[in-house]
């Protein structure tokens, strides 16, 4: 079956280190992949979005990665802080979509101080 | 420019009851997408507009429906309430050709 996978325990990090969190996909073939943030009762905010004919994408401290081989994408977050605490989602947007985006569960981060 | 706006933020409803819930997109969005978002499963995809036409679906039975109004602005209806509806609604605007989502605070409804 097609589904979009992502570390459903959440994911402890010191602050000031590296967050990496991970994206995996099986039987699409994705235009592009989207990551968002997601505070508690709120709606998902839009924060990167990468193509499949690109490897990296950055964006401050964030960076994302896309291995198409794989079927894998990574998200990472540099110099993390406690403000980077959240539910971060990623979204792909398969060829043959007919503009709906498949949405992973989300993973949640804590930045611990 | 002003946000996705959502009404009502918060609602409460019995079993068998039907509720409307509206969204106005960002100016110049024609798309409009809504979905269900539970603690168990996650954003589900309900349905997407664009000028005024329903592109897309997800598996939801009938008694989900939505339109989308001339100035994009757009509603969806939930009849004959279930528990289980219970849950966030999120409306999401979109403009660019990468589908982009913005979304709004959403609606939290709660069926008694």
């Known amino acids: 079956s097609q589904k979009i996978e992502q570390n459903s325990e959440a994911l402890n990090i010191q602050e000031g280190k590296t967050a990496t969190l991970t994206c995996n996909y099986t039987?699409?073939?994705?235009?592009?992949l989207q990551w968002y943030r997601q505070d508690p009762g709120r709606g998902p905010v839009f924060l990167l979005l990468?193509?499949?004919n690109e490897k990296e994408k950055r964006k401050e401290r964030l960076k994302v990665t896309f291995d198409t081989t794989l079927k894998q994408s990574l998200f990472h977050i540099t110099a993390s802080q406690p403000a980077d605490s959240a539910t971060y989602l990623c979204a792909l947007d398969p060829v043959d979509s007919n503009y709906q985006l498949i949405w992973g569960a989300g993973t949640k981060l804590i930045i611990k101080p | 420019k002003a946000g996705v706006t959502q009404t009502p933020r918060y609602l409460i409803k019995t079993r068998g009851q039907q509720v409307t819930l509206s969204c106005s997109p960002i100016?110049?969005?024609?798309?409009v997408s809504w979905y269900q978002q539970t603690p168990g499963q996650g954003l589900q995809f309900l349905f997407e507009y664009f000028s005024e036409t329903q592109r897309n679906k997800g598996n939801f039975p009938g008694r989900f429906s939505g339109r989308q109004f001339s100035n994009s602005r757009s509603e969806m209806n939930v009849s004959t309430l279930e528990l289980g509806d219970s849950a966030l609604y999120l409306c999401?605007?979109?403009?660019?050709?990468?589908?982009?989502?913005?979304f709004g605070p959403g609606t939290r409804l709660t069926v008694l």
């Open positions: 999401a605007s979109s403009l660019g050709e990468y589908n982009e989502q913005f």
């Open positions: 990468i193509r499949e």
């Open positions: 039987n699409y073939s994705p235009a592009y």
């Open positions: 100016s110049g969005h024609r798309s």
